[in-house]
């Protein structure tokens, strides 16, 4: 049986998940493809490292690129070392070469896709991702070849589950941001510096990803407002839980008339929606097509073997394009066309319901100067509600708003914050 | 532009709401493709009928089959017109003209699948089919490709949207089941004869077309156990409600060591699960993969455009394989080999959790006669609950069982049917 053989770049979590699979089910995979999968050279930073899974004396450890590109055996480079200069050279030097490349890395996809697409265009090789967004969620694939002929109206997700789990412990033990966060640690699922994670930009980099297989454009990261899970509190959570929400971080991007509008923020959802009961480190996508309606693909976004399904997947799908008599695939789902810029909708402009969480001084009038700025500025109440004893932090005042612009709810709050009665600045999320 | 050109089979409901996708997203599909889509000819059984969406005037309607087959234009015949003999001829000879075909018929692939399989690799031509499960949720294209290299441990869905319409109705309603039926009649929902769907034999053609694509073997539809929803009462679900569970008609299939067991069944989900919460005449399907784990796909499983939109899936799938320079298709997923009988459980050896509803008098000694009976044949209660007052029809009495062979629940419950107290037989459904 002919074999094709991989070049790892990086052997991590995800390598040795991927190395596992392979052992694992080889006999399904080779009934699946008439040929064998096998790891031949695996480049790593440090070759005195113990690794997760021993892959036995054929497999080369290097610590030279070249090796992976030069090699003339080595059909497919396997991109999982993460970051954004080395993994980048490796990826256009083995398209380069003549090689088919999988990668998992959102942030190099984020930063530098529209480079590494026309590569490999240039070379007629093929450049798979699906491992890149939500772990083994097959959202990739759904949004290139299964919705391919809907007009994705919105999308939303809970695409990083780490910011989930401690969402999740927040919501069901009461914890604080901080201790949960620890926890998470301690568990793994969180790293030591949990900035990606935490501040949203993970997210970003799978949103900025998604969106270009959804639109066939490309929305540029430094485009899309960011606000992370720091911010929100237990007593938020409770709240939110009064009102019929829980609290999710959110990517978002959906279609208003012409223009694309994206974000990722911390987002109250109606618990009537399956989304809302996501919990732990599990992702979740929602799309809404023009013609299929909604669909939900919910799954776990991270860990060893769900990221490594999605990578062999990747890999299995390249050889059944060669195996099919493919020559030049089409990577980005719209022909390998040059991936134009995303008419943005300005972020000021986006509307949404809001929930804001004032904290003022217990005195008469204060209720009445919100609701009056809020009404100056455009802003609809909803519900209002007050609660606890006054002391020395002031009370919390809870306000969930009908729609309004962005524009609208920062002016707004930006007026109450420099008021003599708020105590802090006012807490603000948007409502799905 | 290039133009690929159809021959639809059938122009009813999904016939119709592909057309309207084709014009509605003409601009985004020729984007994508960099060609065009157009229906040239529909073959339809009365050229006289008056249609749900005007084509305009340069599509040809035809009784003919032989129009699709032999016009040269036509590149892909795409069947919607459902039945077994004159679909099946339609394919094979499109086929042996060279055509590619997507199809959205369950029941002939069940049927005779495997001789349509064999068919289109003599052809070398794509056989696509992704309408045929679950109406516009992915699950086909995500078995073949997204989870090809995991081994499914277990699968199971609500893959029939008349049947959940009317079990959510009858859960949140109360509605008996001839009301909720007659309901969904009304609504277009469920047909004049709604065996196929209430009786579960849709539900199993689909699962026999996804147990192909999840194992690559033919579990044939004769051997799978079926039982329908029409024996379900308010009653049941009510009592499910109490103990914690949604009564749903699930399809399942599962690995048990090296042989499949698969069926289709009323069964009593877990409150918990996000699959007991699929409601309306929405589908869903939980899968899990030894490597990716639990995967959940939700959607809309059928009407015009969610199945309009997998049919569109697919054409565009087989004109980008066109246009990658794809020569010879993998439609099995596992290289076109012969797809070999299943190693089948015998399904007297299935294993699950029982809910039993007996109908029995209300004396003393009955509680005993059916726990004896139970403990004889080696089922274990869990829990037991009797309820009501004592009358002519005699009182219900629930349990609820650990797992248990299938051939000892049989066993049992016909001896306890026999009894002198029972009123009624007794009512099981499997627990998931």
């Keep these: 049986m002919d074999v094709i053989k991989l070049g790892l770049g990086g052997f991590g979590t995800v390598g040795s998940g991927l ?3 392979l052992d694992m089910n080889s006999e399904r995979i080779a009934k699946r493809l008439g040929k064998r999968i096998e790891i031949k050279s695996v480049l790593v930073r440090d070759l005195n490292k113990k690794r997760a899974f021993d892959l036995g004396p054929d497999v080369t450890f290097t610590d030279d690129p070249a090796v992976l590109v030069t090699d003339p055996e080595i059909d497919i480079v396997v991109e999982l070392m993460g970051g954004l200069d080395t993994a ?16 998992a890395n959102k942030h190099l996809l984020a930063e530098h896709g529209l480079e590494l697409f026309e590569a490999a265009k240039t070379h007629s090789v093929g450049l798979m991702f699906e491992s890149s ?4 969620i097959p959202i990739v694939q759904t949004l290139k070849e ?4 809907d007009e994705i109206i919105k999308m939303f997700g809970i695409m990083n589950g780490t910011a989930n789990y401690i969402l999740s412990e927040m919501t069901t033990k009461g914890m604080d941001f901080q201790t949960a966060l620890a926890d998470a640690q301690d568990l793994g699922y969180a790293e030591a510096d949990p900035t990606f994670d935490i501040e949203g930009f993970d997210t970003a980099h799978k949103l900025c990803v998604l969106i270009r297989m959804a639109y066939g454009v490309d929305y540029p990261l430094s485009e899309i407002p960011i606000q992370g899970i720091s911010s929100v509190t237990p007593m938020d959570i409770e709240f939110a839980r009064e009102f019929g929400y829980r609290i999710k971080l959110l990517a978002h991007v959906m279609k208003i008339g012409d223009k694309l509008e994206a974000g990722v923020h911390p987002a109250l959802v109606p618990y009537t929606y399956l989304i809302a009961r996501v919990g732990g480190n599990y992702n979740a996508v929602r799309l809404e097509g023009n013609a299929v309606g909604p669909i939900m693909l919910h ?5 060893d073997m769900p990221t490594g399904s999605a990578v062999l997947a990747d890999i299995m799908n390249l050889i059944r394009k ?19 810029l995303a008419d943005i909708l300005p972020p000021e402009q986006s509307e949404s319901k809001y929930y804001f969480r004032f904290t ?20 609809s109440i909803a519900q209002a509600v007050q609660k606890g004893e006054a002391g020395a932090e ?9 729609e309004t612009s962005a524009e609208n709810v920062y002016a707004m709050s930006e007026e109450m914050d420099a008021m003599d009665f708020s105590v802090e600045p006012c807490v603000k999320f948007r409502i799905l």
């Design 146 to 149: 299964s919705l391919a002929g």
């Design 88 to 103: 980048k050279d490796l990826i256009l030097n083995a398209f380069a070469a003549g090689k088919h490349v999988v990668t």
């Design 322 to 340: 060669i195996n099919d008599g493919c020559t030049h695939p089409d990577n980005t789902g719209f022909c390998n066309q040059p991936i134009m």
């Design 133 to 136: 967004c939500a772990g083994g």
């Design 19 to 21: 190395a596992r699979i």
């Design 360 to 379: 003022v001084a217990d005195r008469t009038g204060v209720m009445a100067a919100i609701t009056n700025s809020m009404a100056n500025h455009g802003v």
């Design 394 to 402: 002031g009370v919390p005042l809870v306000i969930i708003t009908h």
């Design 299 to 303: 799954g776990q976004g991270a860990g």
